[in-house]
């Protein structure tokens, strides 16, 4: 699903990804059971990918790949990566 404001939403089994566009930053946000993880980068995407808590959430690490912020997210929300549902628009997040 896809919003004017260039939001898309995914959901798999019990996770539910939103990707925003909003702040000068893109950003995937992750719902599972009242927890939530985020990974951010520039809008203009090509800076290093950060892992917080949630949306304004408290930044845990960094990361230049994908798959690796997806994997600190996953543990985040005790899933596995293959659990977690990423929005078409998401997909060329990192360097």
Do not use: W
């Not at 959901?11 to 925003?20: E, G, L, M, S």
């Not at 719902?31 to 304004?56: C, F, H, W």
Request: negative net charge.
């Amino acid at each position: 699903m896809s919003d004017d404001d260039g939001a898309s939403e995914l959901t798999a089994a019990d996770v539910t990804a939103r990707y925003v566009e909003e702040a000068g930053e893109r950003r995937l946000d992750f719902d599972r059971e009242g927890r939530t993880a985020s990974i951010a980068q520039n809008i203009d995407g090509y800076a290093m990918l950060k892992v917080r808590t949630g949306p304004d959430g408290d930044e845990l690490e960094r990361y230049y790949g994908f798959d690796m912020a997806l994997d600190h997210a996953a543990e985040l929300l005790g899933v596995g990566v293959d659990d977690l549902p990423v929005p078409e628009p998401a997909t060329d997040m990192g360097m």
